[in-house]
């Protein structure tokens, strides 16, 4: 609970300006009233990670601390409970924000969800996770996995191979994920029925997507027409997730991004839900967290004095 060498507790008492002792299995924190109690919120909780049986490092921490300070310690609770699925090890995939259980939540509920948020909040790894989930239960016959291969751009045309080798290197996040879930050997198999596919949007376009679980990746590189396309694929007894990150568009200056637009007039919809995810469900290395804020707050700067910022 306290870490290597009382790392965890060291970073505690740096966070919340404290000085921290400890003395067997008594921990003393000093310091302001307000952050002592903050700090015991917060020893409070990793003492239910540890016993939950799950790893504790800095990125699950700073969260915990950001979560009492919001007052919303009691949400740690909430998170723990519920497993997402099971990799092919027997690991049990599990939310780790706050952001991530109700995005869970959403696609489970609604038959159409956007997932709109930075790089490493998850939204594409849950998503393949419940994707693998759903067709375990039998819930789907198939997995569709797609996303446009703007990226590539003119270069595309360099690469060896057919089109399926040419974009095999922009859906590289979605095979990972899908080999962690199956197993090689079964994904292997499950390919090669045609079970699980895995292919550009392009190739989307005139089919009916039914019985099936959809993910379209890094939809922020779709334009309208293309996301109207793909949404109006939807078939029987099938979900679809669009995962996309609107800060992120490699799309050419002038274009829309379909998923910024699909977004805004979707938005309230019956039976299709827009999930958020912020920073603070940053799940990498805690410096993303740092690297996104840093960006949003230039961002930031650049609208509000366009003209005068370069």
Same mark, same amino acid.
């Given at each position: ?10 970073? !505690?008492?740096?966070?919340?300006? $404290?000085?921290?002792? @400890?003395? *067997? =299995?008594?921990? =003393? ?14 020893? %409070? ?10 790893? !504790?490092?800095?990125?699950?921490? $700073?969260? #915990? ?12 609770? *909430? ?7 099971? &990799? ?8 780790? &924000? ?13 038959? @159409?969800?956007?997932?709109?948020? /930075?790089?490493?909040? %998850? ?33 595309? %045309? ?6 399926? &080798?040419? @974009? ?11 080999? +962690?879930?199956? *197993? ?15 292919? /550009? ?16 990746? +890094? ?36 274009? =829309? ?8 007039? $979707?938005?309230? @919809?019956?039976?299709?839900?827009? #999930? ?14 740092? !690297? ?6 230039? =961002? ?11």
């Amino acid at each position: 609970m306290l870490g290597v060498f009382d790392e965890n507790l060291d970073l !505690i008492a740096r966070e919340l300006e $404290l000085v921290t002792r @400890v003395d *067997g =299995t008594k921990i =003393t924190l000093d310091g302001e009233d307000v952050n002592s109690s903050l700090g015991a919120e917060v020893l %409070g909780n990793l003492l239910k990670i540890a016993e939950s049986g799950e790893h !504790i490092d800095k990125s699950s921490l $700073l969260y #915990c601390i950001a979560l009492a300070r919001e007052g919303h310690s009691a949400d740690i609770e *909430g998170i723990m409970k519920g497993v997402v699925a099971v &990799t092919s090890r027997g690991k049990p995939v599990k939310c780790k &924000t706050v952001g991530q259980k109700e995005y869970v939540a959403a696609v489970k509920k609604n038959t @159409v969800t956007f997932g709109v948020g /930075p790089a490493g909040t %998850g939204k594409t790894y849950l998503a393949v996770c419940l994707a693998a989930a759903a067709y375990k239960g039998k819930q789907v016959e198939k997995i569709i996995l797609t996303r446009p291969a703007v990226e590539a751009g003119e270069k595309l %045309g360099f690469l060896p191979g057919d089109l399926q &080798t040419k @974009v095999d290197p922009y859906l590289r996040p979605l095979y990972d994920a899908l080999q +962690e879930m199956f *197993g090689l050997e079964t994904y292997a198999k499950l390919m090669e029925k045609g079970v699980i596919e895995v292919a /550009p949007l392009a190739y989307m376009r005139g089919r009916t997507l039914s019985n099936a679980f959809v993910i379209l990746d +890094e939809a922020q590189n779709a334009t309208r027409e293309q996301m109207k396309m793909f949404l109006t694929r939807l078939g029987d007894a099938s979900k679809m997730v669009i995962t996309g990150d609107m800060t992120q568009t490699d799309l050419p200056e002038g274009k =829309t991004s379909g998923l910024k637009h699909a977004v805004g007039i $979707l938005r309230g @919809v019956d039976d299709i839900a827009v #999930c958020t995810l912020t920073e603070k469900d940053v799940v990498r290395h805690p410096l993303v967290q740092s !690297i996104v804020r840093a960006y949003e707050k230039d =961002t930031l700067k650049k609208t509000k004095g366009k003209g005068n910022h370069e």
